[in-house]
């Protein structure tokens, strides 16, 4: 789920697209898991829309369409349109895996109707958080967020979290692209073990490491 507001321009949208290539690229080529690897894309930007650009598709059949950036960020809205879409059982089948969702954003939520930065107690009230986090089969989902700006909310990524971990931060382009590999490589190790819904046992992102080494 990406925002894709306007101060998401430049740099930042094109290392976040070549990241995403990068990771299908990637979850094509592998061949010994449990199952297939299926990707849905959501953004939220321009004049306060959601666009589900692609439900969960098969990653060897997926298309991606380049992402631009403009406008606002309804972050609220694009959270509403993900607990829809994972509670309906048609699009994530029951015999899937619990999927894993990677919330990014730049900024501030436009569609919150309390203060720029607020509390995390208030973020964890407010309706989208809360109904998600209240939804049976969004609660059991592996939640990763990234920060890609010193400006970003950290206390509503912390709100959509919700599960004792921080938010990934990023300042340039090599720190998206890292965050992008480690998600690859977490969900390539889910998909391989023996227990790939104890989601709790896969959020080890080392952001302290200086090399290209993920932690799975």
Sequence with gaps: MADVSGSMRGMKIQAVNKAIQDMVATLRNV??????????????GGNDEVIV???PTDIKDLEITELSASGRTP???????????????????SKDFQPTIVLLSDGCPTDYDGKEY??????????????FHEAPRCAKCMRVAMSVDEATDLNMLRAFLNNETEPMQATNANDIAKMFKWVTMS????MSSTDPDN???FLKFDSDS???DILV
């Design 31 to 44: 061949d010994d898991i449990r199952g297939v690897f299926k990707l849905s894309v959501i953004t939220f």
């Design 53 to 55: 650009q692609q439900l």
């Design 75 to 93: 972050m609220g809205a694009a959270i509403s349109k993900l607990k829809e879409l994972i509670e309906d059982k048609e699009i994530v089948k």
């Design 118 to 131: 607020d509390s995390l107690e208030n973020y964890l009230n407010w309706e989208p958080i809360k109904l």
């Design 187 to 190: 969900t390539i190790s889910r």
């Design 199 to 201: 989601v709790q046992s």
């Design 210 to 212: 200086e090399d290209d």
